[in-house]
């Protein structure tokens, strides 16, 4: 009888292959299913615009698989232009997926980007399910203007008051954490995002924003794709609009864990790598080198890239010994996109609840729960402001 808690390996898909090459191979050789509610299509993707594509996914299972345990989506992101909807496709999913909680964060736009917002464009919708929904801030905003300080090279008093006082206006509003920020963004197909982003990890404001954090104690979720020294551009990505070479940015962000050990940082989508060097070897010596350091795990099956945990189905041993060395470091956030027109495919958000599946009991509950509660103890939900 076929493991439901098995992955498809589609390891070999490599990320050269851009989306729609890829949509278009899986439509021509697999039969689309129905699956349901939360409705599981066999790997299909559909770009609805240039400007926001709508990413359709799926897993190649006649059914839904819940997580053996109750378990948080630290990472997800939802549309804006309407968010009431797409609350309700996250709500229908999480009670088929067996979430109790999933973190909504705002996406980390450049300040050239004429799409982006931020919290207040979803606050109203969050607000009306507490316990179930929680909201990260500043994608549209913070994020913003670090990249166009980095840009200008101006960090001076005036900038770093008016970033102060949006961090903590957003903190009054009730988010729980900063996020998603980046420091290194490429333009992808499969992304929303269209501008490559890059600001050094210890810029100024990336700094004061991790005092900011520190100060009201939540943490800062972001967006670095991994390189330890200038690199070329990784095979299969666009320049422009993406540089000709990568900037070493791994020394930056050590700069920044260790400005503040009380800022807590969560390096987002480990199992998602784009250059080849997030390995789970450079995860075990951050992690064992900076305790403020935290990671999410991220499964996409429709873009394994690099160094990713899966094969032929199962999790790779040196991630299994990666999360056992850390057990109290990882936490779980697909970064699915839910949003009306994507009430049918979730392929991320269930192919990490079965990498979550199997974990062994105790791993899982850390993982899935417990490391979350301590991440974020004390922070608001989205119904409350913030007292900090």
């Given amino acids: 009888m076929e493991d439901p808690n098995i992955l498809p390996d589609v390891s070999h898909v490599s990320d050269k292959h851009c989306a729609k090459q890829f949509a278009e191979k899986t439509r021509r050789k697999l039969p689309a299913l129905c699956l349901g509610t939360v409705g599981i299509a066999l790997l299909t993707q559909v770009l609805a615009s240039a400007a926001r594509p709508s990413m359709k996914q799926s897993m190649p299972s006649g059914r839904v698989v819940p997580a053996l345990s109750p378990y948080v989506d630290a990472h997800v992101h939802i549309d804006e232009h309407d968010p009431e909807g797409s609350v309700n496709a996250a709500l229908q999913a999480m009670s088929e997926l067996n979430a109790a909680r999933v973190f909504v964060l705002t996406e980390p736009y450049s300040p050239d980007d004429r799409n982006r917002w931020d919290v207040e464009s979803i606050l109203p919708a969050l607000k009306i399910y507490p316990n179930k929904l929680a909201v990260l801030g500043g994608g549209g905003t913070l994020n913003a203007m670090i990249q166009e300080s980095v840009r200008s090279g101006d960090a001076g008093a005036d900038i770093q008051t008016k970033f102060k006082e949006r961090a903590e206006e957003m903190v009054r509003e009730g988010v729980a954490g900063f996020g998603e920020m980046t420091t290194e963004h490429f333009s992808l197909a499969a992304s929303p995002l269209k501008d490559y982003e890059y600001a050094p990890a210890d810029s100024p404001l990336m700094l004061l924003l991790a005092d900011i954090a520190a100060q009201k104690n939540i943490p800062i979720d972001l967006h670095m794709e991994a390189a330890p020294h200038t690199i070329p551009l990784p095979h299969g990505l666009e320049s422009p609009p ?44 951050l992690l064992r080198a900076h305790p403020n350091l935290y990671m999410e795990i991220k499964i996409d099956p429709m873009y394994p890239g690099r160094n990713y945990p899966m094969a032929d189905g199962k999790i790779k041993p040196a991630w299994i010994k990666l999360l056992q060395k850390h057990p109290d470091r990882f936490i779980i956030g697909s970064d699915q996109h839910y949003g009306p027109e994507l009430t049918a495919t979730h392929s991320r958000a269930q192919a990490t609840v079965l990498f979550l599946n199997q974990l062994p009991t105790e791993l899982r509950t850390r993982i899935g729960m417990e490391n979350v509660e301590h991440i974020y103890g004390g922070a608001p939900s989205a119904e409350s402001g913030g007292q900090r």
Avoid: F, M, V
């Fill in 242 to 285: 993406n540089p000709s070479h990568i900037h070493g940015n791994i020394a930056a962000l050590e700069r920044l864990l260790d400005h503040n050990r009380r800022a807590k940082i969560i390096w987002a989508h480990a199992g998602s790598d784009n250059t080849g060097y997030r390995t789970p070897e450079l995860c075990d010596r």
